[in-house]
Nanobody, 124 residues
Framework: QVQLVESGGGLVQAGGSLRLSCAAS????????MGWFRQAPGKEREFVAA????????YYADSVKGRFTISRGNAKNTVHLQMNSLKPEETAVYYC?????????????????WGQGTQVTVSS
């Protein structure tokens, strides 16, 4: 098991930027594929982006391509999500997730470890 703690959420105006971070502890982080998901009130959890444990390959939801960037931090036990040009409809709780040795996936049930989430609110 790996423990995940998200940070960096907050209130931003439409068109603004936020950088989310996910700090991991407990296991060898480098063998985990990491993902970001989001969930708005009354909606299902939605895939945002993922980064692989080999080679740093990335995978994005079509809705965020070109605006969001997922990366592993220099500390190697962190993952970041840089979000630019944010839209009001992207207001949600953003979750960090991890799966050991897994391929990139947009399916929430394929991730074994989840953080508590961080609120992102985009005002119009």
């Amino acid at each position: 098991q790996v423990q995940l703690v998200e940070s960096g959420g907050g209130l931003v105006q439409a068109g603004g930027s936020l950088r989310l971070s996910c700090a991991a502890s407990g296991r060898t982080f480098s063998t985990y594929t990491m993902g970001w998901f989001r969930q708005a009130p009354g909606k299902e959890r939605e895939f945002v982006a993922a980064i692989g444990w080999i080679g740093g390959s990335t995978y994005y939801a079509d809705s965020v391509k070109g605006r969001f960037t997922i990366s592993r931090g220099n500390a190697k036990n962190t993952v970041h999500l840089q979000m630019n040009s944010l839209k009001p409809e992207e207001t949600a709780v953003y979750y960090c997730a991890a799966r050991e040795h897994g391929v990139l996936s947009a399916v929430p049930s394929e991730y074994d470890n989840w953080g508590q989430g961080t609120q992102v609110t985009v005002s119009s």
